[in-house]
């Protein structure tokens, strides 16, 4: 019988360039894989678990995370910025709030508003529920419907998760599993956020509220936002107006320093479908429902904040801003003299000689208004003296140094009056 004798086989592998890069790519793409995973997916990969499994039997990030992550965020940001302090102000926003959330979609958070006391134009949330607004922002809305649209686009950043969703497009989903983890690891009260992670949810909310949260949630806020403030009973007709006030403050740029800045879409293309969904969507509304515009509580509550908002204005010289806002203010308290005194002032100083005469008549019914207003005075005698009103600029002059005799300017004014005496 024939033997047959099986001859080993020698197989050589030869390792190119290719096979290297092979490798290399698939190894790398696990890894890439793995940092997409959220935190804590490797403690179960680890036991065998599928991925899928392993997903699924994660620590999650909570409703309850999120409004940690919220109050922490808030309490550091409220430790650096100052707060407008006017409880008022604050119970007639919180029942505007309130208002809109009664129609938002539902998550468990307790809603609550700050008015940051800046003027600049901006408005935000860290999530679960906290809401900021400046008050430069609440200052250059012409209604409460207006202010209505401003808070319910935040109300549908939260509703619709753009916080966390933000977080995860900026960072993996690493990070918010990560604190789900940490705060799964912990009981109640004791549950804290390690500072490095908090960190990082803090440097996403602080730029988005800036520059938003991509055009595409910030599209969405403004459509449910809309439908929010129509539930709410306000006139769906005021929402463009929103944005209309920034075009006539800033134009429609996409790079500029305020609520609607960066990656929002550009104003006018908010206006225009803002404008379509009101034709369209809620041309019913119009039709059969008695909604809001205005109230009276809007001029009463925010005509304190229209002063501060333009004096803020004047001192970073943006005259004709600062004369916008007391212009609103004589709106809804024509007697209010340090609105007269601001316009007078700003148009003693910019308006050359054509503003002299509204100077005189905004200073003049200052002093009429306050007798001891000494600063309104001195304004007036300048007007006065530039004008060449020799008797009138005295008058002013003396009547400011009887009642500001030891003020640091004591000594110009008494050489301008020995000039006018003089001569």
Known sequence: ????????????????????????????GCQEMMKQMPAGTDQYLNTGMSVGGAIMNRPKFS??????????NAKKYDGSHKMWEDPLLDAYLGDIVQRLVAQAHPRPFVYSLRVVNEGSINAFTFGGGLLYVNA?????????????????????HVTESHVTKGI????GIQLLGEIGRVTAASTGATAQIPPALLNKTYEYSMKASVSGHGRANESEADVVGLDYMVKAGYDPREAPGTFEQLMKEYGDQTSIQNFFYGDHPTNKSRIEKLTWLVQSKYSQDLETRKLITNTAEFK?????????????????????????????????????????????????ETGGPAGLQQAVTH???????????????????????????????IEAFQRYLSLNGGAKDAGAIKRYLDELKRT
């Open 168 to 171: 995860e497009d900026s960072y």
């Open 1 to 28: 019988m024939r033997r047959y004798v099986m001859q080993p086989i020698h197989c050589r592998f030869i390792i190119t360039p290719a096979f290297v890069a092979l490798l290399i790519f698939a190894f790398s």
């Open 363 to 393: 200073l003049t019914t200052a002093t009429q208004l306050d007798d001891t207003f000494a600063d309104a005075y001195r304004e007036l005698g300048l007007a006065y003296y530039k004008q060449r009103n020799k008797p009138k600029a």
């Open 136 to 156: 430069g922002l609440i200052a250059r809305m012409d209604n409460e419907a207006q202010l209505a649209m401003v808070l319910a686009h935040e109300i549908a």
């Open 63 to 72: 409703e309850a995370d999120e409004e940690r992550m919220a109050q922490d």
């Open 300 to 348: 009463q509550r925010t005509r304190e904040l229209l002063v501060e908002v333009g004096r803020s204005d004047y001192e970073r010289k943006k005259f004709k801003t600062a004369t916008a806002m007391f212009e609103k203010a004589l709106l809804a308290n024509d007697k209010d003299h340090r609105s007269h005194y601001y316009i007078g002032k700003i148009a003693s």
